[in-house]
């Protein structure tokens, strides 16, 4: 009960954060946006050390450069999800960012040489088909919102298998120290570039965002230590229910009747791909070290 607890707030926390960026991606730039929900995250990572270590600054990993290359597609994945955010509904950029499994199910094979049988096979298949529903690639075309959220998708789920090869081996708070750090470093400059100076009140709201980032990671973190993975998974999809709820709630936004059939075919694909590893003793495919997208990053 306390793992399910930690998810559900975690997912609430995260989906508030996209609300956040969302409303902030109205009055200043995407690198800003990323740079400045950094800080926090950063933060957290010191005190769960602390926690865990008894020191603030000891950050030592044998992963540098795995570290590293995992913080590009972190930056890949933030930038094209918030980017994302200013053209699209909230629960459409969710349910386009949901595509995440399945892309890892299908690359964790040529990328990692698991084995994926027949029946997962078809599942990413079947979602799939839900992500096509949810693009709505009507008369005019896929929009480019709905691209930069797939892109993101994808970043996510090459950043997870990034991380697959450091499984039990890598501290919860070096990743989540080194993805921020890098990833905040690779920012700082584009960021600088198009700087708009906060109001009282932005600030106000840059710190929700980092808060809500931070508090989100941190609730994850312990709900997949205490619970298991495939109970977890699931609630990870209330994610569009918060969205919906903020959407409608700030911006008077509904998701269309499209969006919400392909969200459903890719959650019931997600999920039986889910169960299928779990089976075999896996951890399911959506369930690694959380980010702060889909949050992505």
């Not at 795995?66 to 955010?85: G, K, N, S």
């Not at 090869?165 to 080194?178: A, R």
């Not at 609730?219 to 298991?228: P, Y």
């Amino acid at each position: 009960m306390q793992a399910l607890i930690y998810m559900a707030a975690g997912v609430f926390f995260f989906s508030v954060l996209d609300a956040v960026t969302k409303f902030l991606g109205e009055g200043y730039g995407t690198w800003q946006l990323v740079l400045l929900s950094r800080i926090c995250p950063l933060i957290a990572s010191c005190l769960i050390m602390y926690r865990a270590t008894g020191q603030y600054f000891g950050f030592r990993t044998a992963f540098l450069k795995t570290h590293l290359m995992r913080a590009v597609l972190v930056v890949a994945t933030t930038w094209t999800f918030y980017e994302c955010l200013r053209y699209l509904q909230l629960a459409d950029a969710i349910a386009i960012a949901f595509a995440a499994p399945l892309f890892i199910t299908s690359l964790s094979g040529p990328l990692l040489r698991e084995r994926v049988g027949p029946r997962r096979w078809a599942a990413v298949v079947i979602g799939f088909i839900g992500v096509i529903i949810a693009l709505r690639p009507g008369q005019h075309g896929i929009t480019w919102g709905a691209i930069l959220a797939l892109i993101a998708a994808i970043t996510y789920a090459l950043g997870q298998l990034w991380l697959r090869p450091l499984s039990g081996k890598e501290q919860n708070f070096n990743i989540i120290f080194y993805a921020t750090l890098f990833s905040g470093l690779a920012a700082v400059v584009p960021a600088v570039l198009e700087w708009k100076s906060p109001s009282a009140r932005d600030w106000l709201l840059f710190l929700i965002q980092g808060s809500c980032s931070a508090i989100g990671q941190l609730c994850m973190i312990r709900a997949f230590k205490i619970g298991e993975a495939s109970l977890l998974a699931p609630l990870e999809y209330t994610a569009l229910f918060w969205a919906t709820i903020l959407g409608f709630m700030f911006w008077g936004d509904l998701p269309t009747i499209q969006v919400l059939v392909g969200a459903a075919v890719i959650i019931g694909s997600s999920l039986y791909i889910a169960h299928r590893e779990a089976q075999q003793g896996k951890r399911p495919a959506d369930c690694t070290v959380p980010e702060q997208v889909v949050s992505p990053d």
